[in-house]
């Protein structure tokens, strides 16, 4: 029985967008240190991107994310909540304002 989560297989590698690694890298090469925006919230964060802010997409806005060592191997979608309701209870303390009004 498997007590962790299943994961992307070891000889696969970390996944990541090719459109990051190329900003990223052109970043990186050209000294700029303005926040790059994506949109990819299930690419993983690489070495290559300590240093570098990512401004990631939450479906409103983007949120910008500072890289640190810490943060390696991880999601971008981890450091920026997205925007979907919080299920039934949002919808219920939106309804007793209402009334209240």
Request: hydrophobic content about 35%; aromatic content about 8%.
């Amino acid at each position: 029985m498997s007590t962790g989560k299943a994961g992307r297989s070891v000889w696969k590698g970390p996944f990541v967008d090719a459109y990051v690694l190329k900003k990223a890298e052109a970043a990186r090469d050209e000294g700029r240190n303005e926040v790059i925006k994506i949109w990819s919230r299930r690419s993983t964060i690489l070495p290559q991107f300590v240093g570098l802010t990512f401004g990631v997409y939450n479906g409103k806005k983007h949120i910008p994310v500072k890289i640190t060592e810490e943060m390696i191997g991880q999601k971008f979608g981890e450091y920026t909540p997205n925007d979907k309701t919080k299920g039934v209870a949002a919808k219920l303390r939106r309804l007793k304002a209402s009334k209240k009004n």
